[in-house]
Each structure stands twice: as structure tokens, then as C-alpha cells.
């Protein structure tokens, strides 16, 4: 079994900073791509920020420059740390995994979510 926990979230004014992590646990065998997702009432689902097993990275357009995700590849995490936080940034944050378990296929795997709030 596999589990993504995010932790990290929290309410903060515009302008402030937050950061983000995610743990991958169970029985993982590699982890290929991590990345975090985010989604505000009424709207659909949407990539933030992803990081490959090679140390690339890519991001949506309207957090370039604000948002930088990392990985400890030895401690299955993933960081997203956000500054200059605006209103607009306000979702549930959602970690996303693709990896592999022992002797299986590639899979993606997400966590719960956190939520993250920023006020005007």
C-alpha cells in the first residue's frame, strides 16, 4: 500500500509564504515524477508545479517565480515553497506521485489534500 501525506498548509495573508511537503510511504519501489495540484471552488483541477526524478521542473505560468518545488529523492518528498502569496493562490493543495511499486507498473497516486488560504 502507498500513501501521500501533505502537510505545510494553513491560512496567510497576501504576500506571505507557505511551505509545502508531501511524504510518500509504503511499498515503493521508484518514484519516476512528483508534483503538486491544486483546486479552487468551482474550478477544475490544475497543475502547480512538477519535478521529474532528474531534477526537472515545470510550472504553471501563474506561479512562475513565486513557487519553487524541490525533492529529497532519499526521503520520498516532495516541497512546494510558495512566496508572494496572492488570493488568488487560495485551493486545496494535492500532492501527485508517479511511481512504481515492487515488480509493478508505473501508477499515479495522490494524497488528500491541504488547504491553503490566503487572505487580501
Known amino acids: 500500500q502507498v500513501q501521500l501525506v501533505e502537510s505545510g498548509g494553513g491560512l496567510v495573508q497576501a504576500g506571505g509564504s507557505l511551505r509545502l511537503s508531501c511524504v510518500a510511504s509504503?511499498?515503493?519501489?521508484?518514484?519516476?515524477?512528483m508534483g503538486w495540484y491544486r483546486q479552487a471552488p468551482g474550478k477544475q483541477r490544475e497543475l502547480v508545479a512538477r519535478i521529474i526524478s532528474d531534477g526537472s521542473t515545470n510550472y504553471a505560468d501563474s506561479v512562475k517565480g513565486r513557487f519553487t518545488i524541490s525533492r529529497d529523492n532519499a526521503k520520498n518528498t516532495v516541497y512546494l515553497q510558495m512566496n508572494m502569496l496572492k488570493p488568488d493562490d487560495t485551493a486545496v493543495y494535492y500532492c501527485?506521485?508517479?511511481?512504481?511499486?515492487?515488480?509493478?507498473?508505473?501508477?499515479?497516486?495522490w494524497g488528500q489534500g491541504t488547504q491553503v488560504t490566503v487572505s487580501s
Open positions: 509504503g511499498s515503493i519501489f521508484s518514484i519516476n515524477a
Open positions: 501527485n506521485a508517479l511511481l512504481r511499486r515492487a515488480l509493478g507498473p508505473y501508477e499515479i497516486y
